[in-house]
């Protein structure tokens, strides 16, 4: 037997795949040899297997269709090593047309994925989500300094963060707002000659204050518009230490006026006193000095601006 054609079980490869050896399967008929076996044996033409450029050629000249060269050159390899030895012989064929998209492997994320279906092309505008309130800075600090004897003005950045900390806890309920614009603790505790200020403070200043925005929110309500508001200077007097159990002086300002707009109307409340700490007018008794119970009170609710004072009090 010629070796260079033998084929065996033993020596063929279990598996011929196009990518080891080439694209498409080739018979050359002029390189065919023919297999003597031992004498009694029959006679097998065997073949020789080239690969070429993707055009399978035989005795006839011409083109197969497209369709059937990966199946005829997978059959005819098949045939030629089976006739030689019998052993299995597995050939994939090449791909004739490229596939369709795939879909997303398992375990994939599409490229939107966690996007809002808004911010996606084609989908609805986003609507910006509105900022949440917050307090506005009135003289950070400023209550563990020395007081002064000069006068608020009410034209000022600090004035005006003053009124509206006041209004935005009057709107929202929430009187922690307006800390900022109450009277300081720290300055509390410089002008009060009493035992614990700092108690007084917490549990009555403070505390009355709240019960007062929330009666102040129980009539304004969320949606009123704030206008402006009156401070009557002309009514500010210097406190002197000594008067109402202080050691330090101080500006007052009684009967200030906050004018908003609630369906069309105008209406008014007051601010029963404001008390100057270094030149910075802020709020001390809100809806009433004194109080005969533990409850929040509206000073002087009125339609229209209302009107300011009276003068006097400490």
């Known amino acids: 037997m010629d070796h260079a054609a033998h084929l065996t079980r033993e020596t063929?490869?279990?598996?011929?795949?196009?990518?080891?050896?080439?694209?498409?399967?080739?018979?050359?008929p002029k390189r065919a040899g023919r297999l003597r076996h031992r004498r009694g044996a029959s006679r097998v033409v065997s073949s020789t297997v080239t690969w070429l450029d993707g055009v399978v050629r035989g005795r006839r000249r011409g083109r197969w269709p497209a369709a059937l060269i990966p199946l005829l050159a997978a059959a005819l390899v098949a045939v030629a090593v089976a006739a030689c030895g019998g052993g299995a012989v597995t050939v994939k064929a090449a791909a004739t047309s490229r596939p369709a998209a795939a879909a997303a492997a398992p375990g994939t994320v599409p490229p939107d994925a966690g996007i809002p279906h808004a911010a996606r092309p084609g989908g609805p505008p986003l609507v910006p989500a509105p900022p949440a309130p917050s307090a506005l800075p009135v003289d950070p600090g400023a209550g563990s300094l020395p007081q002064t004897s000069a006068f608020p003005g009410t034209a000022t950045t600090p004035f005006h963060n003053v009124i509206a900390d006041l209004w935005l806890a009057v709107t929202t309920g929430d009187a922690s707002y307006a800390l900022p614009a109450f009277f300081p603790e720290t300055a509390y505790t410089q002008v009060k000659a009493i035992a614990d200020p700092q108690s007084d403070w917490?549990?009555?200043?403070?505390?009355?204050?709240?019960?007062?925005?929330?009666?102040a929110h129980a009539l304004?309500?969320?949606?009123?518009?704030?206008?402006?508001?009156?401070?009557?200077?002309?009514d500010a007097a210097w406190v002197d230490p000594g008067a109402c159990y202080n050691s330090v002086g101080y500006w007052h300002a009684p009967g200030s006026r906050v004018v908003y707009e609630e369906g069309?109307?105008?209406?008014?409340?007051?601010?029963?006193?404001?008390i100057s700490w270094r030149g910075e007018w802020y709020v001390v008794h809100f809806g009433a000095v004194?109080?005969?119970?533990?409850?929040?009170e509206v000073d002087d609710p009125e339609t229209g601006p209302g009107t300011p004072g009276p003068p006097g009090g400490c």
């Open 12 to 28: 063929q490869p279990p598996h011929i795949t196009p990518s080891a050896v080439g694209p498409i399967a080739q018979i050359d």
């Open 202 to 215: 917490q549990d009555r200043l403070w505390y009355d204050f709240t019960l007062d925005v929330a009666a």
């Open 220 to 234: 304004v309500g969320s949606h009123a518009t704030f206008v402006r508001v009156i401070v009557p200077a002309e």
């Open 264 to 274: 069309g109307e105008t209406r008014s409340f007051g601010i029963a006193s404001l």
């Open 290 to 296: 004194l109080r005969s119970g533990v409850y929040g």
